[in-house]
Nanobody
Framework: QVQLVESGGGSVQAGQSLRLSCAASGTLFRLSAVAWYRQAPGKQREVVASYNSVGTISYVDSVKGRFTISRDNAKNTVYLQMNSLKPEDTAVYYC??????????WGQGTQVTVSS
């Protein structure tokens, strides 16, 4: 059974930073693609950053230069470092894992609130 446990959300002021973590169990993490998504109230869920098993990283334009996705395969963990946070970054953030057999798993979500 694959489980993803997220942590690190919270409430901060604009300009501050947060680091999200997502710890995976029950799968070959190093062979999996991982990504962070977010969903703001009334909006569709969008991909924020992704990191596949061969090291390809991508970001949505709105976070380029501010957010950094990283992974530690020894700890089965993916991180999202979020700097220079803006009120429009307020959302529930989810991590997603895609296994080599194309199964998707999602974390429970963690709230990030940025006040101006």
């Amino acid at each position: 059974q694959v489980q993803l446990v997220e942590s690190g959300g919270g409430s901060v002021q604009a300009g501050q930073s947060l680091r999200l973590s997502c710890a995976a169990s029950g799968t070959l993490f190093r062979l999996s693609a991982v990504a962070w998504y977010r969903q703001a109230p009334g909006k569709q869920r969008e991909v924020v950053a992704s990191y596949n098993s061969v090291g390809t990283i991508s970001y949505v334009d709105s976070v380029k230069g501010r957010f950094t996705i990283s992974r530690d395969n020894a700890k089965n963990t993916v991180y999202l470092q979020m700097n220079s946070l803006k009120p429009e970054d307020t959302a529930v953030y989810y991590c997603k894992l895609l296994t080599i057999t194309a199964y998707e798993y999602w974390g429970q979500g963690t709230q990030v609130t940025v006040s101006s």
